[in-house]
């Protein structure tokens, strides 16, 4: 961190974004909580089943704790959850870590593979266009993000399998992994990620290079001799990847947790739709641990995103670091 | 060259001009949807009639019949005005959220502008869908619930952009002349800020509309959107969604649809923030 | 009683060759009932039906019946029955093979308890029943070799299978099936059987072999329903080993569970010491893809999986387009109920629910949301192909009369109804609720529809007053009513109580002769019908889809896929 | 007047014919550079002198090859020692800039690259265009720095520009357009940005290197008294042609074009103007008191910005108050007028204390000190017309609906605006009506003190002059009292009775104008006195 100018700060500023980062997972937490107390009575019906009396029913709250005030079941659920018990699923029977575990790691794969797609391909188109702003491939690459940025991931996800999977059957249908790693099954939803959210950086990246283009030191640049190619390698690009490196950073949060329209669609066994059935199921010690892991990497990505700047960005001093992240 | 003009100016650039003729269109297919619509949305016919099929009693279907037999192009055109009402609404309930809180944290700042903020990014990082799920079981499927989801999922943001602007805002000399001659903080606020961000938040309510009917697209799609029969795309879409490969026509229009809505608002935005950005130039 | 018409040539001959498995005393109402069929008084079918429900051999009483082995399924013991006709016999079943079966891994842990079919054919490949019921529903012996029934049909002696082994090495014995049975029938029992089986007293165990079983009122059908979903025979020491199959899976069945992960998936070996003919595949692994019935067909169509559990009216189209796809149908006794609630508001007022079923346009129902694949209900449950079906005069929709109804009941212009419903089955169910909102609307009803999520209708189902609720298929149509319409019943979620009904029901369940008994019936649908207690327009077919290297599995109407005769060529 | 002139050679080494320039489309002219011819020879410092939007910049971005984004270089030829470039290639101009002709820019701090060091940016210019080792273009970057007169040649090699100050920036970039030698070196406006003092180091530092090296230098600036200071020629542009060039002495003292006249009048000079011929209405009234500051301080926690500050102000007197930029004056203003919350200190205005008032009664009575602003764009609302802001300021005033209408097209006519000006928007006003309405809003509330925070640094010469006689017309009307705050000492000097120069938070010296400008006592006075340009204008 040499770069960041120096400030002895960094770890109290780091320390007051961890601190922000507990109180907002401890906020969320609580309002899950109260949500979810809407229809506290269902859990006991899921586990039972449909056809449970209702004694049977009332004799479970009682045994689970659910009859318990709100506020003592949410303390008791909190004190596991910090040390390590994160309770077990309603639904699956199975400890709510050993479930999350895999499932993370199957998203994981999902987002690296998207951003391994979506980066290069935003970014490139970017730059070309903001290269050359208001040439044709300007007005194309805008006009591409534009209208892929239009279609919801839901709409892509159908004309997508339509084509590929039924007409000419080239692709797998479903990506649920069942017997090992298949890289053929996860083209389907990586290429619907991409199709979505490549337009989007690419327009972002697009703005921030005209901008550049138009500061004061390119002219500079250009008037001590550069060629156009050196201008915009050694001076442009360095300061018009800022901003987009540190927002595709922030794209990471929604490739967790957003993208479950697409793994529900192509049931791909990832975060988003674990978090969809706890959610379905009223499965609330797996809902809670989904959340506090959703929170946790929201703010991770949002921290990571600041350190990057201020890493990119020499001019970005901690102090102002630290009132900066509000506005972002 | 004054600032109205401005507007009718930034229409004049292609891109702006075709989003203005499809955001018009479909609004004004809303508008008269009991005049434009061949048939009645609900009344079912024949089942699965292929685009352009025509009826027994020589009524031509162009867009096809869905499963129940009722005829997707009314069902369109209703639906276009279950987007246009809802979008709008969830959209103007978001707004009405994100700039009251957005003006107050922006221009008292101190502990408000902290307690809004740290509020804002709670919301922001709650798994929107647990909370669209967990309202419409607890409250039932209705348009108040979309409305309400939609509203909790868009005000953070519209809260941030309102407050950026305010503080930059602020710090403008007309904002200290209106103090030192005692004006009253609310005029301060309505009068001189809020007109003056009306140029970003046009261009950011363009694209929240989008956003919007994409929301609604997605809990139609996942089952959790408006209660049945009402016409809704998302709704059509999944309704479709299991026959789509033997009949495309029933997922592709809605599809169509929705895209060239959200495609027109897209535009809309992007002429109009060309126009804000080059009259701030200007001025 | 119609007379039984005079003459047949063969009466004479029927009591010689007609003898018991066990080869006790012939039931005394074994011989009336060959003669009155030779006689064609009643439909020869259903007699054989009863005579194996009194543990008449079959294959005796087919030959006096003149009947071929048409349907009989592959039954697992050595030397008996024959392969299953509807398959080509040319070629040998091959050995080995994984079959991937697209089916909902559930969470379950007491087989006996069990509220999903899904979870049922999951351990239906490990534990085994006293008795197999055919698709013809005639009844078969299994665990138990042989039975007899007393003459006043509340004693029922059982034979146990000599030679079966559990997988945890212990023989079975009459003490595993006591075991289950008390707890069937004890107060606590979760399980549906405490209502089916509620007149038995008590177990008596003769040897190590036999056993006899005391009823307080005779059920003719006794064997049929030990045949059901919820009955199967768990080890001995089941619930001190914690009472949850899937983490101790022990059972006598030809497959032995490995991996059980709810909502994943669920794999099952062929177990090799198995007692009865050891099955043809390796392994099966059923797969959860979640409730999106398209993804499945995707997934089928790109060869990931060999077998769909089912699928709706709307991939049929689908499933058409590809040759390599095989479609399997049935005609079921499946159906949607759309029943209300006689102790809430406004369902309290017969006239209100007679409006609402008389505004119903069955046809259109089945036309629209299930396209003319499945037979026309009458409102009573009780399905045309049901055995013990009575035919009563047909229903005609009149628009009018509901209006008038609606205008006696307080409700001059139409009234404001809510259906709840959940989609569990499939999107034709907000279909049907679609269109009988429309034919409602004809008659100033105004319904509107509340879908909610699948998982979460379930916790609901019993709750609203007015929902739909799906029943899957039994064999006989008093099955349903004794279940869903007995007052004070488990799964009763219309709060019917109807002391009339509860008579009716008890005189049809003790009736032996089919015809008698369904005479009996008519009374039970008319009282249903007249106290209109629900909407139920149609019976679905059932359809599942396999590809064309599955062989010899069948689609059986209650979805009790036994997987043993099944081989991949 | 202008250093020892230096023996010129005699062939110029960049000659201009006929150069033009057109502008696009909807702009208020055609052509940005319309025919303009000159020549420059080796060592000598040609000024370019016109006021914004004369052409000037357009000019040199055009005899560079490298015209501002929308312009377009349409006739005319550029030769540098016998090379003509108007039709040079791109690769060909690649090794010209830089090396054989080189520009530095007004916005220092902008016109360096912000995420690479600055020693860096410097030892690109030898990686262009001379075959070094990196060790020998380290070591030539770091005597470069050393002969700009920069401390620390390694830290500042070292450090990314937000890291160093204004005029160490420009002079890196000196630095840098010099590293090749370059035969011709164009500045465009370098000083216009920069403090005063900083300024005066910066032309020192040019003119020594043009005698060091013999560089033709294309000088562009709208500061007479820069021009007056460093300029060999003169050549005064207007609306895109040179209405005038020749000799600097010449131009300064015998212009020929009345254009040239005009602009030399307007420069304010260090002599304050007769007090006598004022029309007097209302006589400085030294015994009554507007304004009592006293002890005043404000301090962003170690930094003290204002520090102990404490001084009166008589009705219908102007104390300036001049400082170079970061002195707290600004911050002073914006205590008084409780925009900001001070640490300490009492202000008390016609004798009540004004700081203790909160809420309603503040609102009620602030009217007595009203403020005008620095940017004149910023200070007005672009929504609102100007008749409702000066109504709404009347309104809140006390006046009544239908009065304050009436009160705002008085007011707009005594700053001497057209009554049409009632219905339009800012944005159709130019900067220095812009500032008029602004004070016309001010008076709207008739305060006894008005405050002037850097109000005419943002305007030309000519709208300068003309707000000062403005201000100096309502100060003998109305008996107004003035707080004039200001970077510039001979815009103090033309309207103030009083001076208070400021340094470090505190005023290091205050007293009668005319006796702080000819005998100043403190050194820091003295310095600003002498590093104020144009001294030879007086």
């Keep these: 961190m040499a770069s960041v100018s120096g400030y002895t700060s960094l770890p109290g500023w780091l320390l007051r974004r961890v601190a922000g980062m507990v109180l907002t997972m401890l906020t969320v937490s609580f309002l899950v909580f109260a949500v979810l107390e809407l229809n506290i009575d269902d859990v006991a019906v899921k586990v039972l089943g449909q056809f449970s009396t209702v004694d049977q029913r009332q004799a479970w709250l009682q045994e ?139 327009r972002m990246t697009r703005s921030s290079m005209v901008d550049v283009m138009q500061s004061p030191y390119i002219r500079t640049a250009r008037l001590k001799g550069n060629s156009m190619r050196r201008v915009i390698l050694h001076h442009a690009l360095r300061n018009a990847l800022i901003t987009p490196v540190t927002v595709i950073m922030l794209q990471i949060p929604w490739l967790l947790s957003g993208v479950i329209v697409v793994e529900v669609f192509f049931a791909y066994q990832g975060f988003g739709t674990l978090l969809y059935q706890a959610a379905l199921n009223t499965d609330i010690d797996l809902i809670e641990a989904c959340t506090m892991v959703s929170v946790a990497v929201v703010v991770f990505t949002q921290v990571g995103s600041d350190l990057l700047y201020a890493w990119l960005n020499p001019r970005m001093s901690l102090r102002a670091l630290g009132r900066s992240s509000g506005v972002r | 060259m004054s600032v109205r003009y401005a507007w009718l100016k930034s229409l004049a650039r292609p891109t702006a001009a075709i989003g203005a003729l499809l955001v018009v269109g479909w609004l004004l297919v809303a508008l008269l949807s009991r005049v434009l619509a061949p048939h009645d949305p609900l009344h079912s016919m024949i089942p699965l009639m292929t685009p352009g099929a025509r009826g027994p009693d020589g009524a031509v279907f162009w867009l096809g019949t869905d499963a129940l037999g009722r005829d997707v192009l009314s069902r369109l055109i209703f639906g276009a005005r279950t987007v246009v009402v809802v979008a709008t609404a969830a959209t103007l309930t978001a707004y009405a959220v994100g700039i009251s809180t957005g003006l107050l944290a922006g221009y008292f700042r101190g502990r408000v502008d902290t307690a809004l903020s740290f509020f804002a990014n709670v919301i922001l990082s709650f798994p929107v869908l647990v909370l669209y799920i967990v309202i419409i079981v607890a409250l039932g499927a209705s348009a108040a619930n979309v409305v309400l989801a939609v509203t909790f999922g868009s005000a953070p943001a519209i809260f941030r952009i309102v407050r950026a602007i305010t503080i930059d805002l602020r710090s403008r000399d007309f904002i200290a002349a209106a103090i030192t001659q005692g004006e009253s903080t609310w005029r301060i606020l309505l009068v001189e800020i809020l007109p003056n961000s009306s140029g970003a938040l046009i261009v950011d309510f363009c694209l929240r509309l989008g956003y919007s009917a994409i929301t609604m697209g997605v809990l139609g799609f996942l089952g959790l959107g408006l209660p049945p029969p009402t016409p809704d795309w998302g709704g059509m879409v999944n309704e479709g969604r299991t026959m789509a490969f033997a009949f495309p026509h029933l997922v592709l229009f809605p599809c169509l649809a929705l895209s060239s809505l959200v495609l027109g608002l897209s535009l809309l935005a992007d002429g109009l923030r060309q126009s804000a950005g080059r009259m701030r130039r200007v001025g | 009683m119609s007379e039984p018409p005079t003459g047949s040539p063969n009466a004479a001959s029927a009591g010689q060759a007609l003898e018991n498995n066990d080869g006790s ?73 994984i079959l991937r079966f697209v089916c909902s891994v559930q969470q379950m842990t007491d087989p006996a308890a069990t509220t999903w079919i899904e979870a049922s054919n999951l351990f239906r490949n490990s534990v085994e029943f006293l008795t197999y019921v055919d698709s013809d529903n005639v009844t078969h012996p299994y665990l138990a070799e042989s039975w007899h029934p007393s003459e006043d049909l509340k004693t029922w002696e059982f034979k146990l299978r000599d030679g079966v082994r559990w997988s945890n090495g212990d023989r079975l014995t009459v003490a595993d099936v006591a075991f289950n049975i008390n707890r069937w029938i004890a107060p606590s029992s979760k399980s549906p059987n405490r209502t089916t089986f509620a007149p038995i007293t008590g177990i008596e165990a003769l040897d190590e072999l036999r056993f006899r079983l005391h009823l307080s009122r005779p059920i003719c059908s006794l064997p049929e329903h030990l045949y059901a979903a919820t009955c199967p025979i768990l080890h001995r020491h089941f619930e001190e080993q914690g009472a949850n199959w899937p983490r101790n899976p022990v059972g006598t069945g030809p497959f032995q569970l490995t991996d059980y992960h709810v909502s994943r998936i669920a794999v099952f070996k062929r177990r090799r010491d198995y007692w009865g003919r050891p099955a043809y595949l390796d392994e099966i692994r059923y797969l959860d893809l979640g409730t999106e019935v398209a993804t499945h067909v995707a997934a089928l169509a790109a060869g990931q999986v060999d077998l769909l559990y089912r699928v709706t009216i709307s991939e049929l189209d689908l499933v058409s387009r590809f040759p390599s796809m095989r479609l399997l149908t049935e005609p079921s006794a499946q159906t949607l109920v759309m029943r209300m609630q006689q102790d809430k508001k406004p369902y309290d007022d017969v006239r209100v629910r007679k409006a609402v079923v008389l505004s119903c346009d069955r046809e259109q129902m089945l036309r629209l949301a299930y396209r003319n694949h499945g037979v026309l209900g009458e409102h009573h449950h009780v399905a045309p192909f049901h055995p013990d079906y009575f035919r009563l005069p047909p229903i005609k929709r009149d628009v009018a009369a509901a209006r008038g109804l609606l205008a006696a009941a307080g409700y001059p212009n139409g009234i404001d109804l809510t259906l709840a419903l959940g989609n569990t089955q499939g999107r034709y169910e907000q279909d049907t609720a679609q269109v009988l909102q429309q034919n409602c609307a004809e008659a100033g009803i105004r319904l509107t529809l509340q879908v909610i999520p699948a998982a979460e209708y379930w916790t609901i189902w019993d709750k609203v007053p007015f929902g739909i609720s799906y029943w899957g298929h039994r064999p006989l149509g008093i099955m349903a009513l004794e279940l869903a319409y007995r007052s004070g019943s488990v799964w009763n979620e219309s709060h019917f109580a109807n002391a009339r009904f509860d008579a009716a029901l008890d005189k049809a369940l003790g009736i032996l002769d089919p015809r008698q008994r369904s005479l009996a019936m008519g009374d039970v649908e008319r009282i249903l019908q007249e106290e209109a207690v629900m909407v139920q327009a149609y019976f679905p077919r059932k359809f599942t889809v396999s590809s064309e290297r599955v062989r010899g599995f069948r689609a059986d109407p209650q979805d009790y896929y036994r997987m043993d005769g099944v081989w991949l060529a | 007047m202008a250093v020892a002139t230096v023996a010129l050679e005699a062939r110029p080494i960049l000659t201009v014919e006929g150069l033009t320039v057109a502008l696009p489309q909807g702009a208020d002219r055609p052509l940005a550079v319309d025919n303009v011819s000159l020549d420059l020879r080796r060592g000598e410092i040609l000024c370019i002198v016109g006021e914004s939007g004369s052409g000037k910049s357009a000019l040199s971005g055009a005899i560079m090859g490298a015209p501002a984004p929308g312009l377009k270089v349409v006739g005319g030829s550029v030769r540098l020692g016998e090379q003509e470039l108007t039709r040079l290639s791109e690769r060909a101009w690649c090794r010209i800039r830089g090396r054989r002709i080189a520009m530095i ?63 160490q920036c420009q002079r890196v970039i000196i630095a840098m357009a010099l590293a090749m030698n370059p035969e011709v070196l164009i500045a465009d406006e370098p000083t216009t940005a920069l403090d005063v003092t900083t300024q005066a180091q910066v032309l020192k530092l040019i003119r020594e290197l043009r005698a060091l090296n013999d560089h033709a230098i294309l000088f562009i600036t709208h500061d007479f008294g820069v021009v007056a200071e460093i300029a060999d020629r003169i050549a005064v542009m207007r609306h895109g042609r040179i209405v005038e060039i020749g000799e600097a002495r010449h131009v300064l003292t015998q212009p020929e074009h009345p254009y040239t006249r005009e602009l030399l009048a307007a420069v304010p000079s260090l002599v304050p103007p007769a007090i006598d011929e004022q029309a007097v209405v209302v006589t400085p009234d030294s015994s009554k008191t507007v304004l009592a500051v006293s002890g005043l301080s404000k301090s962003y926690g170690p930094v003290r910005a204002v520090n102990e500050i404490s001084f009166d102000l008589q009705r219908g007197t102007t104390l300036s108050i001049v400082g170079e ?99 339009r928007r800012p944005a159709a006003f130019s900067g220095g009506q812009k500032q008029r309405i602004g004070i016309a809003r001010a008076l709207a509330m008739s305060p006894d003190v008005l405050i002037a925070d850097e109000s005419l640094s943002a305007l030309d010469a000519s709208s300068q002059a003309q707000i000062l006689d403005l201000l100096r017309k309502l100060q003998s009307e109305l008996g107004l009292a003035i707080l004039l705050i200001t970077h510039d000492l001979r815009v103090a000097a033309q309207i103030s009775h009083r001076i208070a120069v400021m340094q470090g938070g505190r005023i290091v010296e205050i007293g009668p104008a005319e006796q702080v400008i000819n005998s100043p006592q403190h050194p820091y006075t003295r310095e600003l006195l002498e590093s104020a340009p144009g001294r030879g204008l007086v």
């Design chain 3, 25 to 97: 005393q012939l039931h005394p109402a074994a011989r009336p009932l060959i003669q009155d069929a030779l006689r064609g008084g009643t439909d020869r079918r259903s007699v054989l039906r009863v005579l194996s429900w009194l543990g008449v051999s079959v294959t005796s009483a087919r030959a006096l019946l003149g009947l071929t082995a048409v349907a009989a399924d592959a039954l697992p013991w050595r030397g008996q029955g024959s392969r299953p006709s509807g398959i080509p016999q040319s070629q040998a079943p091959r050995q080995g093979g």
């Design chain 4, 325 to 423: 930029s970061g002195c707290g004056k600004s911050s002073l203003a914006r205590l008084i007028v409780r925009l900001a919350e001070p640490t300490g200190g009492r202000v008390e205005v016609n004798g009540g204390c004004f700081l203790s008032l909160r809420g309603r009664e503040l609102r009620a009575s602030c009217r007595a000190v009203q403020m005008i602003f620095q940017d004149p764009f910023g200070s007005l609302n672009p929504l609102r017309t100007v008749g409702a802001v000066i109504e709404r300021a009347a309104v809140l005033a006390g006046a009544d609906r239908r009065t304050a209408r009436a009160r705002a097209a008085e007011l707009l006519d005594r700053v001497g605006l057209p009554k049409e000006a009632l219905d």
């Design chain 4, 105 to 167: 820019f007004q916005e220092p701090m902008a016109s360096l690259n912000p995420v690479i060091t600055v020693g860096a940016q410097i030892m690109e210019v030898f990686e262009l265009h001379a075959r070094m080792s990196p060790a020998e273009r380290r070591e030539r970057a770091l005597a470069l720095i050393r002969s700009m007169q920069l401390p620390e040649p390694e830290r500042i090699a070292a450090s990314y520009p937000h890291q160093l100050s204004g005029g």
């Design chain 1, 64 to 202: 689970n704790g659910y009859n318990a005030p709100f506020l003592l079941r949410y303390l008791r659920w909190l004190g596991e959850f910090i040390t390590g018990h994160w309770g077990t699923s309603t639904y699956y029977r199975e400890d709510v870590l050993t479930l999350i575990l895999p499932r993370l790691g199957a998203s994981g794969i999902l987002a690296g593979a998207a951003l391994l797609a979506i980066v290069p391909v935003g970014l490139l188109m970017g730059i070309i266009a903001g290269v050359r702003e208001g040439s044709a491939v300007d007005r194309l690459v805008s006009v591409f993000a534009i209208v892929t940025t239009s279609i919801p991931e839901f709409a892509s996800a159908v004309f997508l399998t339509a084509l590929f999977v039924f007409w000419l059957g080239w692709l797998p249908g479903v990506s649920t992994m069942a017997d090992g790693f298949h890289l053929r099954e996860l083209i389907l939803p990586v290429s619907v990620l991409t199709l979505y959210s490549a337009g989007y950086i690419a």
